[in-house]
């Protein structure tokens, strides 16, 4: 079986379900996850057998380097993508998940928590989120990096347990910056440019020496221990050929699956189920 079957399955459905949600037949135990994330704001929700069924989500720069910025601009985005939902599906979203980076004080996933749930949610849980990609991928052993708009996160997994998480400031962000200040332009424009089709080719070439601090960073986390696969997830890891810079730098298998940039949010949603020890991060 292909490594990425099952994650490639769930992440093409769930964009499926964003133009053509499903009604659930059981309205009760819907799974939903909200991820706040420093480039989009994304919320997913799986019916109880953890199939999509509906979505949505909004380029939004309300965090920043895991921490919130703008909690109004926040609460308004996901009280609006909530509600785009549950016209969608006819019925109230309840219970929710979010995420937080790896790392996060105990009160930044206040901030968080306060906003989903001043959007109507109830937080039943709090994971990081590359334990929360690992839901979809289920990786047993190596690295899950989840490169972002604002921070790269990584788990460090060995047997299916996660042994170790970091979180460090580069990421897509860094990308579009590099972008502007080479070709001159505004961030927007230049974030335009990243995500050109077209341009693939000359973007990677590009951004190379991001792909190539991006390895470093998962280096510097990694070196104890006896890794022999990376997993690439988030929105960056849609990058051409970011994952033959990193296998190059570091001469470990690298992978990413198809639409990294849903892993993530898939796996929030996953996690939506009550847990007394949800936050096992960061003090
Ligand atoms: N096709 C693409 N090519 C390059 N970069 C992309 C592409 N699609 C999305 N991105 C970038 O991915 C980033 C967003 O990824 P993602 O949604 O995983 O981040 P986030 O969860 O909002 O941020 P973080 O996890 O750091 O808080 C943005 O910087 C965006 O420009
Ligand atoms: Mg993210």
Sequence with gaps: MHLFSDSDKITSKFIETLTHPITPQNKDNLLVGVDLGTAYIVICVLDESKSPIAGAYQFAQVVKDGLLVDYMGALKIVKQLKKE??????????????????????NDTKYIKNVVEGAGFEVINVVDEPTAANAVLGILNGVVVDIGGGTTGLA????????????????????????????????????????????????????????????????????????????????????????????KEL?????????????????????????????????
């Design 85 to 106: 939902i549950e016209d969608k599906i006819g019925c109230e979203l309840k219970n929710a998940a979010v995420a937080i980076p790896p790392g996060t004080t105990i």
């Design 156 to 247: 460090i997994i060995e047997e299916g347990k996660i042994v170790s998480v970091a979180d460090e400031a580069t990421g897509g962000t860094q990308c579009t910056l590099v972008i502007a200040g080479t070709y001159k332009i505004p961030f927007e424009e230049a974030e335009y440019l990243k995500q050109n089709p077209e341009k693939q080719e000359e973007i990677s070439g590009l951004l190379r020496p991001v792909a190539q601090k991006i390895a470093t960073i998962i280096q510097k986390h990694t070196n104890k221990y006896n890794i022999d696969g990376i997993y690439l997830v988030g929105g960056t890891s849609c990058l051409l050929n970011i994952e033959k810079v990193i296998e």
């Design 251 to 283: 001469n470990i298998k690298t992978f990413k699956p198809q639409n990294p940039h849903f892993v993530t949010p898939i796996g929030i949603a996953m996690n939506c189920v009550q847990s007394r020890n949800s936050v096992s991060h960061g003090h």
